[in-house]
C-alpha cells in the first residue's frame, strides 16, 4: 500500500500563499494522486488530482516530484474560507477505492 | 445537479432500534460508497456499488450493517439492532468511475445512539 505522511497542521495568513507537503515514497506508477479537504461540520470536497505532471484548477494547484514520491498542494491565496483539514491520498490503481489518513490541517489567519 | 443528497441530516434513536439513512447519487454517476467517519477511527469506506451491485463489503462492520441500492438513484445503509458504538458522522460519495476520477460527498448524517 502506498502510505501517506503529511504534517498534523499549518498555520498561513490571509491572502498568503499555502504550500501543503506529503510524502508517499512506496507510490506505485499508476496510482493516482488525489487531494481532497474537509471543512468543518461538512463533507470531504475533491480539490485536485494527477498522475505524473503538475495540474491547476480554480481551486489549487498541484506540484507533483519528478519521482513522484513527494507532492504539494499549493493555494496561491489563502482565504479564511480555506481553513480544513487538507488529505493527501494515493488512489492506487488495484484498488478501487480512497483511503483517508489524519490529513494536514489548515489554519488561517486574518 | 444538487449534489449528493442525504436524509436525514440528523439521527437520535436509542440502542436496538433500527436506523435506516439515505442517499441520493449524482445523476449519471455510476459509483456509490457509504464513508463512516469518527474521531478514533477516521474516515472509513464502508461498501461500495457500481451500477448498482456491491462490489467491495469488506469495510461494514459487521451483520448489523447491511446496505442496498435498489436503483441508480437511491441506496440505503440501515443498522438493525444499533448499538451506542454506532454514533458517528455517515457519508455518502458518489462519481463518474474509480482512481482518476474524483468523489462528491454528500453533508453526512450525523447518528447518535443512546
Known amino acids: 500500500d502506498a502510505k501517506t505522511t503529511q504534517p498534523n497542521s499549518m498555520e498561513s495568513n490571509e491572502e498568503e500563499p499555502v504550500h501543503l507537503p506529503c510524502n508517499h515514497s512506496t507510490i506505485s506508477g499508476t496510482d493516482y494522486i488525489h487531494w481532497y479537504r474537509q471543512l468543518p461540520s461538512q463533507g470531504p470536497e475533491y480539490v485536485i488530482h494527477g498522475l505524473t505532471s503538475n495540474v491547476n484548477n480554480r481551486m489549487a494547484s498541484l506540484a507533483i516530484a519528478e519521482d513522484r514520491k513527494s507532492s504539494t498542494l499549493i493555494l496561491h491565496r489563502a482565504t479564511l474560507r480555506d481553513a480544513a483539514v487538507y488529505y493527501c491520498i494515493i488512489y492506487y490503481s488495484g484498488y478501487s477505492t480512497l483511503t483517508f489518513g489524519k490529513g494536514t490541517m489548515l489554519l488561517v489567519s486574518p | 445537479d444538487a449534489g449528493v443528497i442525504q436524509s436525514p441530516r440528523h439521527e437520535v434513536t436509542e440502542m436496538g432500534q433500527e436506523v435506516t439513512l439515505r442517499c441520493k447519487p449524482i445523476s449519471g454517476h455510476d459509483y456509490l460508497f457509504w464513508y463512516r467517519q469518527t474521531m478514533m477511527r477516521g474516515l472509513e469506506l464502508l461498501i461500495y456499488f457500481n451500477n448498482n451491485v456491491p462490489i467491495d463489503d469488506s469495510g461494514m462492520p459487521e451483520d448489523r450493517f447491511s446496505a442496498k441500492m435498489p436503483n441508480a438513484s437511491f441506496s440505503t445503509l440501515k443498522i438493525q439492532p444499533s448499538e451506542p458504538r454506532d454514533s458517528a458522522v455517515y457519508f455518502c460519495?458518489?462519481?463518474?468511475?474509480?482512481?482518476?476520477?474524483?468523489?462528491?460527498f454528500g453533508p453526512g448524517t450525523r447518528l447518535t445512539v443512546t
Open positions: 460519495a458518489s462519481s463518474l468511475g474509480l482512481d482518476s476520477y474524483e468523489q462528491y
